[in-house]
Every structure is written in structure tokens, then in C-alpha cells.
């Protein structure tokens, strides 16, 4: 048996496309002691090893690897990596419940791939195009849409408390052999401190991660509480807590997967992350690879797809039961009329482009910009200048449109004049066929017959926006260049998206770990690890930087007006790469909410404390209301 966890281990470790938590090591290495004293620390034994004993950081309590390592009382156990062969050959760690059964937490997926695994990733990029590819247009993200590799994800970003001190951040070594770490529940889960706590993770392995921070006797909510820390927490987690018979198992379930994502993710550069770092960059780099997204064109009035005011949420009046149904290639061929209904909404506007597409343009024109990956369907970047070779549409866009039935093309403006009269626009071509089927079809239909010939006479000939609706597959040219597109860059920025939306979103764990990443976006994104993150507007953010830091002047109406606007970057952890960019107006409204707030929090207050200085008007109150009940 032990050749064979061997043998499974070497194949394990030549054929694994996840990065080995221990680059430096072949084994698990886990800090330990002697027979439950504190001694100098000594190598984990292998997966599949029959070695000494080891000591478990956390709990002191000397156990054998064969049988597992105590995390506390006898109600629960967890065990150290194992090779199981109904796992496909992947690390197990096991846990044992009150009720004496174990739980198997599978640490690395089966199919999980590598950071710059560009063969694995290719073929998620293909397996996701059915599910999801017109998603994230300006289909600016939900967080409990998350799709990762194709396959709804069921767990989604944690949104992060705010650090309002140092207190906040951990304020302890974890690497510190002596650590002893509060309660899982007295931990702020700050971005900072998920960054420390996935890179704990990535260095150490799994089993000294759950060693370290699982609890005696965990509680499903302690395991909830620790998948928060990744980053991570349970879509519909309380629900499934209510109907589970075994709350711990769907917990562990959960915690598996946020442990995936992150060994998958990449983990940001150690000495890139001031300004300074990124305008190095900038005018260095040679190959500068873009990803863009809806957050780049919303201050000309595309409304974005998911926000309160999105474009969705204005499709509930048309009776469907999900309002991305609006972009169903079946729904588009059943009947048409519900997207020629709704299109004039997303039209681009003519002859017009922001400051950001205009910065793409600029990297184009100083011979830096490899490749602007959109998932935008707009179609500004040829506004902008843009030329067709530096551009992927990676959702198709508005700029052509095509019949359904005889792939006729045209310009995709021959289009608007229909579009905004919500009228549907026939291809010429197919215009004798269609008119002949629907005679065939009236006649058969008055004779009570019925054929699956006629199932999308509706649509038989229509012209459609070669915009990539869902049940379509990416464009082919997203297939051609990305894999050595991911290759040949030497700097990303991800601009205007949130990542949420496969293969896309895959792309920034597919470059190379050596190369820089830059986020620019109103929002921060939580299950990736940017170098250095500019917060704010995109327009405001990337004036700063070319305008005042870098001297580049872009090409834009409003550059000059933006940069004199009271641009100002805030610190908000230099560690960490992040800032923030806001305006003069911007900083004003919302000192302007502050002290709205702070008048609203007086008020409750002074509220409270004249009712707890008169408690005889309680009283009186009380009595009424008794009487009232009485009549």
C-alpha cells in the first residue's frame, strides 16, 4: 500500500496543474514539536509515509499521521493529507463529527487548474461559452453570480468589513511558531486581513492552515466564519443550514471550494505596490494587455446590467421569470419581438467614446498595447480608434448584425432605425422563404395540425445584433489570441469589471505570476489579488494617473476638464497597493453624508436618552396602549 500512495503521490505531484503550496519543498512541512513539548520544528512527513509522529501547532497533542491530528475533544477530528483512490488521486483531510462520522474535505478539485496552465485553461474558456458569455457586457456583476470555470460557483465574494484601525488588522505573526489566535468571531475580516490569510495558506499548505486556524471542536459556524476569511461566504447558506441534516458537511463543503479558489488565484508581487511601481511599469512595458468591462462606459449613459438602476431591473415588466432571459438565444427564437422591445435601451451612442477607451487608444498609439480584451458590446473602442487587430469583443458587440437563418451580414448601424422603433428588421434574402413557411404554418394551424418545422418561424429570417446571447459561443477569434496573448504580456490592467464571468474572469490567474496586475474600478474586487488597486471612477482615475503622474496627455474633450476637477489620491494601504481616486464634488458629497448621518445618529440619541430620563411617559404610553387594547 505505501508503494502505491508513492507511486500516487509522484504522479500527483509531475501531473498537478494547481502551484505546489511548498515550491521549496516536497512535502508537507508543518511546524511541530516532540510528543507534545514545543521543540524546533521538524518536517511534516509525506503524503503516504509511515514516519514519526508530529505535533500540532494549535493543540499540542502528539498523534500519528495514519491517525490524524486532534483538534480538540473527541466530538471532532481532523486528519492530515491522504491519498484517497476515490478522490482521483487528490489530498483529503478528513473530519469526524459528534455523531462519530467522517467527513471528507477534498482540498484540491480534480479539475482545477494551474495559474498559466494555458491548455487547461483554454478548455474551461470553451466549456464556459454556453453558460455565460453575454453576461458581463456592461452586465456589470451580482456577486451571487459568480461563475468560475463555466459552472455556477456556490460560494460568492465576501464583502469586506471596513479597517477603522490598526486594532482591525491582525496584529500578530501567523508565521510566529508560539501564535495563539483569538476566537475565529473576534477576527475583523478586513481585505487586508484575508490577504494575510490566504498567503499563510498558499505558503504553508492546507493542513497547517486548518491546523492553525480551526478551533476545538469546530462549529459549522466556525468553518463558515474561516471561509469568510479566505474572502469567500455560502450563497443561500441559510437556507441550506435550515434543510441540512448534517450542517458541518455542507459547511466543510464550502470551505473546500473557497480553499480551491484561492490556491488557484495568483498571490500579488511583494515589491510592486506604490504609484511609483505602476508608472514604471507603464513606461516600460511593451506588451500591455487590457480587460474591460462595463464600468468604462457608463458616464455616457450605458447603463450597466445588474445595479438597482441597471438595465434588468427595468425588465421586470415583461413577465419574465428572469430577466436575462432577455439575451436567450431560445427566447430570440421563439419569439424576437422581446428583444427588439428592449434593444433601443443599450444602443451605443454614435461618434462618442470616454477618456478610458481614449487611454486604450493612447497605449495603441505609444506602440504598448498588445491586446483590449472587452466584454463590452458597445463597440466605443472603434470610436475611439481602436484598430481591429488590438481589439477582442469577447461578447460580440453591436457593429455587425447577421440573419439568424442565413447568416446574411450588414453594418450593425443599418440596424438602429429598427432597433429604436422596436420594429423587427427581416433579411432580404430570407423574405420570400419566411412569408411562404408562414402561409404553410396558418394553414396547418387552421387544419389543427401541428409540426416542428414551424417551432421558430417567428424568427426565420430576422436580423440579430452579433452580439453573443446566451446558448452562443465566444467569437473564434477570443480563442485564437488569448492563448498567446496571456504568453507575451509583460504588464495587465483590468479596468470597469468585476471578474465574474468565465473564461474572463480566468484570464488574470492564466499570466504568469512575474507579470504586474493593476485594477482600476469603482469597487474593489475580493477574489483577486491585483498588485495595486486605483478606486474610483474610471474616467477620474486613469486622468490622474496619465495627467498628473505619467505627463500623457489623452486625446479626449474632457481630459482637461477631469484633470482640474480637484483629483486627489487618498492611501488606503500602501502595503497592499490600494488607493483611491475622487474629485473635488465627489469628496464634497460625501462629507455631505457624514454629516448627514452624524445629525441622524444625534438625533436617535437624544431620543434615547430623554426617554430613559423620563420614565414615567413609558408608563403613561404603556397604560394608553392597555386601554386602547381594552375598548
Not at 455565460?132 to 456592461?138: G, K, L, V
Not at 468560475?148 to 460568492?156: A, L, T
Not at 453624508?593 to 423620563?614: C, D, F, P, Q, V
Request: charged share 30%.
Amino acid at each position: 500500500m505505501e508503494a502505491v500512495l508513492k507511486e500516487k503521490m509522484e504522479d500527483l505531484e509531475n501531473g498537478r496543474t494547481l502551484k505546489r503550496e511548498h515550491e521549496s519543498s516536497s512535502s508537507e512541512r508543518l511546524e511541530a514539536g516532540s510528543n507534545g513539548s514545543s521543540g524546533s520544528p521538524t518536517p511534516m512527513p509525506a503524503v503516504g509515509s509511515s514516519s514519526e509522529s508530529y505535533t500540532s501547532k494549535r493543540q499540542h497533542t502528539s498523534v500519528n499521521p495514519e491517525d490524524g491530528i486532534s483538534v480538540g475533544n473527541a466530538t471532532s477530528t481532523v486528519f492530515p493529507t491522504n491519498i484517497d483512490e476515490s478522490s482521483g488521486g487528490n489530498p483529503l483531510i478528513e473530519f469526524e463529527n459528534a455523531d462519530g462520522e467522517r467527513v471528507k474535505l477534498e482540498i484540491i478539485n480534480s479539475s482545477s487548474s494551474a495559474p498559466g496552465s494555458d491548455d487547461e485553461g483554454e478548455k474551461n474558456s470553451k466549456n464556459s461559452n454556453n453558460e455565460n458569455n453575454a453576461e458581463d457586457q456592461e452586465y456589470e456583476d451580482d456577486p451571487s453570480d459568480y461563475e468560475s470555470e463555466g459552472n455556477e460557483s456556490d460560494i460568492s465574494e465576501f464583502q469586506f468589513e471596513e479597517s477603522t484601525s490598526a486594532e482591525d488588522e491582525l496584529g500578530f505573526d501567523l508565521y510566529d511558531p508560539d501564535i495563539e489566535l483569538p476566537p475565529l468571531d473576534k477576527i475583523k475580516v478586513t481585505k487586508k486581513t484575508c490577504s494575510q490569510v490566504r498567503k499563510y495558506l498558499k505558503s504553508e499548505g492546507h493542513v497547517a492552515f486548518l491546523d492553525l486556524f480551526l478551533p476545538s471542536g469546530p462549529t459549522p459556524e466556525d468553518i463558515i466564519t474561516l471561509t469568510r476569511l479566505l474572502g469567500f461566504e455560502p450563497k443561500r447558506f441559510n437556507r441550506i443550514y435550515a434543510s441540512s441534516s448534517n450542517p458541518l458537511h455542507s459547511a466543510i463543503f464550502f470551505l473546500r471550494e473557497a480553499i480551491n479558489r484561492v490556491l488557484k488565484s495568483r498571490t500579488h508581487l511583494q515589491d510592486f505596490h506604490t504609484i511609483q511601481n505602476v508608472c514604471d511599469a507603464l513606461n516600460k512595458a511593451e506588451n500591455v494587455l487590457v480587460l474591460t468591462g462595463a464600468g468604462i462606459s457608463t458616464s455616457l449613459g450605458i447603463p450597466d446590467f445588474r445595479s438597482s438602476q441597471g438595465f434588468y431591473s427595468k425588465m421586470k415588466n415583461l413577465g419574465l421569470d428572469d430577466p436575462q432571459d432577455v439575451f436567450s438565444l431560445e427566447l430570440f427564437r421563439r419569439d424576437p419581438s422581446v428583444f427588439y422591445s428592449i434593444a433601443y435601451m443599450i444602443l451605443p451612442p454614435e461618434n462618442s467614446f470616454t477618456p478610458l477607451h481614449g487611454f486604450i487608444k493612447l497605449l495603441q498609439d505609444k506602440g504598448k498595447l498588445l491586446r483590449n480584451y472587452t466584454q463590452n458590446i458597445d463597440n466605443l473602442e472603434a470610436n475611439a480608434g481602436v484598430t481591429p487587430e488590438k481589439l477582442v469583443q469577447c461578447h460580440g458587440s453591436f457593429a455587425t448584425a447577421s440573419c439568424v437563418t442565413c447568416k446574411y451580414k450588414i453594418p450593425g448601424e443599418t440596424l438602429y432605425p429598427n432597433l429604436r422603433s422596436k420594429k423587427i428588421a427581416y433579411c432580404p434574402f430570407c423574405e420570400n422563404e419566411r412569408k411562404n413557411l408562414q402561409r404553410k404554418f396558418e394553414k396547418l394551424e387552421d387544419e389543427g395540425g401541428f409540426s416542428s418545422r414551424f417551432n421558430d418561424i417567428e424568427s426565420f429570417g430576422v436580423m440579430k445584433p452579433d452580439i453573443t446571447f446566451f446558448g452562443e459561443n465566444l467569437p473564434d477569434r477570443y480563442h485564437n489570441t488569448i492563448k498567446e496573448d496571456v504568453r507575451k504580456c509583460d504588464l495587465l490592467i483590468c479596468i470597469g469589471t468585476s471578474l465574474k464571468v468565465a473564461p474572463v474572469s480566468e484570464i488574470v490567474n492564466r499570466v504568469p505570476d512575474e507579470v504586474p496586475q493593476i485594477l482600476i474600478n469603482r469597487d474593489p474586487i475580493n477574489h483577486c489579488e491585483f498588485d495595486v488597486e486605483l478606486l474610483g471612477y474610471c474616467d477620474q482615475a486613469i486622468t490622474w494617473l496619465c495627467g498628473d503622474k505619467l505627463k500623457w496627455e489623452i486625446k479626449h474633450k474632457d481630459f482637461e476638464q477631469i484633470l482640474h476637477s480637484g483629483l486627489e489620491l487618498q492611501v488606503l494601504d500602501e502595503e497592499f497597493g490600494r488607493y483611491k481616486i475622487s474629485d473635488a464634488n465627489e469628496r464634497v458629497q460625501l462629507s455631505l453624508k457624514k454629516l448627514e448621518a452624524a445629525k441622524t445618529e444625534a438625533k436617535l440619541k437624544e431620543e434615547g436618552s430623554l426617554r430613559n430620563s423620563n420614565p414615567q411617559n413609558d408608563t403613561k404610553v404603556e397604560a394608553s396602549e392597555e386601554s386602547e387594547v381594552v375598548v
